[in-house]
């Protein structure tokens, strides 16, 4: 099984909802990592997760928060988001980042905050 | 981190070799090259990655420089489902100041003609 699975693929919410995107492997990955791609732009780096410990975050703001509650789940918490915040938010996975190795992504969820 | 530079875009005819050129003039000894593609509506696939060496795989080859300050990403007879946005990325390897990152730059979008 190669395969990163995230759910919903479609999610539209409200500026004062709260809602939460998950992202599922079962490949024995011990690094996560959420992006964010905005319309006809690259991926960005969000957070990376290594060993279900946060090691990475670019700066992102607090109402995305990120959870990594076991070695195949990773969780992205939404609150009081902004209608910027709408984009595509793609998670992947790959062994620890020190092997060089590939990530896998999955398909991602595309947000729409109204 | 360090960055990549591709061209924006490149055109093929089908059947013929691609060459998908790459510079990345500021990679440190424990950068690994990568490369990924992003087909509409998609996440990002694995393509090939490589440290020194030339690699090929079944998708592709990895051709790179002496220096390691550039790469090429060959396609030996591209298929109309070649067509994509092709990213090169510098994948910190252990010890580097980019450890665990995966950093997307612009890509090239590739156009396959029939």
């Known amino acids: 099984d190669t395969e990163v699975t995230q759910t919903p693929k479609h999610l539209v919410m409200g500026m004062t909802n709260k809602k939460s995107l998950k992202c599922e492997q079962h490949m024995g990955h011990r690094a996560m990592y959420w992006y964010k791609q905005k319309a006809k732009k690259p991926p960005e780096l969000m957070f990376v997760?290594?060993?279900?410990?946060?090691?990475i975050n670019e700066s992102v703001p607090s109402r995305f928060s990120p959870e990594c509650p076991n070695s195949s789940l990773l969780n992205l918490h939404l609150h009081a988001l902004q209608p910027e915040d709408s984009a595509l938010y793609l998670c992947a996975s790959s062994h620890p980042p020190g092997r060089g190795t590939e990530a896998f992504f999955g398909q991602g969820t595309r947000l729409t905050v109204v | 981190d360090a960055k990549t530079t591709q061209p924006n875009s490149m055109e093929s005819n089908e059947e013929e070799p691609v060459h998908l050129p790459c510079n990345h003039s500021?990679?440190?000894?424990?950068?690994?090259i990568h490369w990924y593609r992003q087909l509409p509506s998609q996440g990002p696939e694995y393509v090939i990655h490589?440290?020194?060496s030339n690699v090929n795989n079944r998708m592709a080859s990895l051709a790179i420089a002496e220096d390691r300050k550039s790469s090429t990403l060959i396609l030996h007879r591209a298929t109309l489902r070649d067509a994509a946005v092709y990213y090169c990325i510098l994948r910190g390897g252990a010890g580097g100041t980019s450890y665990g990152k995966l950093t997307f730059g612009q890509g090239t979008i590739l156009t396959v003609h029939p």
């Open positions: 500021t990679i440190s000894g424990t950068d690994y």
């Open positions: 997760y290594s060993y279900e410990k946060l090691s």
């Open positions: 490589g440290l020194t």
